[in-house]
């Protein structure tokens, strides 16, 4: 098994890569895509009740990439607010985390301390969790409020080209502060970065010609960004 399989084609406007890690002693192999918005749709999917692992998702909406989303209550309901397809659920964090946005196809990632949501903004897709990693030109987040407990992650960011990048840790590697310095260093060329809800919620899978690749989440969650093909 190679150490870095370097980012190979999934399907149009969709990259994954493998990487094998050594972090403080702790080994890994991250998960990790690369999707360009410019030919492709992304979408945020919420059912709280009916909620799937991350690879039943991803089959249920014949969608090409799957990832968990943020935080959510025992109910399944989302924590933060959440846009989905227009629709909105929940309520925004306030001094706390960021958000992930879909608007007129442009992608973003960014900071909710630094750049409030604004109820007059107008998103396609959004959803919210915490904490921001990166805040913009890969400066590693200040703020990150952190108890050093280190847990699988999940992580939604935007690389300087404007692509959207999905990365899953699937063992208990990092904590968040490590996390955001392993982002920062990385060759992933990051602007700003999200952690979503790891733990066994973290998941992200990929249909390519040969199958899905990828790790599923190891329990249900009742929302996911995924990526569907432009028609």
Same mark, same amino acid.
């Given at each position: 098994?190679? !150490?870095?399989?370097?980012? #190979? ?25 690369? !999707? ?11 059912? @709280? ?20 989303? $943020? ?9 933060? #607010?959440?846009?989905?397809? $227009?629709?909105?659920? $929940? ?70 080209? $404007? ?8 063992? @208990? ?14 060759? #992933? ?16 899978? !990929? ?14 969650? @009742? ?9």
């Amino acid at each position: 098994m190679a !150490v870095d399989t370097g980012w #190979l084609r999934a399907s149009q406007g969709i990259e994954t890569r493998e990487l094998s890690i050594v972090h403080e002693g702790r080994r890994d192999r991250l998960f990790i895509a690369r !999707v360009d918005p410019a030919s492709v749709s992304l979408r945020v999917l919420y059912d @709280p009740i009916d909620r799937r692992r991350v690879r039943e998702w991803l089959d249920a909406r014949q969608a090409r990439l799957a990832i968990n989303g $943020g935080f959510f209550d025992p109910a399944g309901r989302a924590l933060g #607010l959440l846009i989905a397809d $227009g629709q909105a659920f $929940g309520q925004t964090y306030e001094g706390l985390g960021g958000l992930f946005g879909v608007r007129e196809g442009r992608v973003q990632v960014r900071s909710l301390i630094a750049q409030p949501y604004r109820p007059d903004e107008v998103f396609d897709q959004m959803l919210q969790s915490f904490p921001t990693l990166l805040v913009g030109d890969g400066a590693i987040n200040d703020q990150i409020r952190d108890d050093g407990r280190v847990a699988p992650r999940s992580v939604v960011g935007i690389d300087q080209a $404007g692509r959207a990048v999905f990365l899953v840790s699937p063992r @208990p590697t990092f904590d968040l502060t490590d996390l955001a310095g392993w982002l920062a260093k990385s060759d #992933l060329d990051l602007d700003s970065a999200l952690n979503l809800d790891g733990g066994t919620s973290a998941g992200l899978v !990929v249909r390519t010609a040969d199958g899905v690749w990828g790790i599923n989440s190891w329990v249900e969650v @009742p929302a996911v960004i995924v990526v569907v093909m432009d028609s």
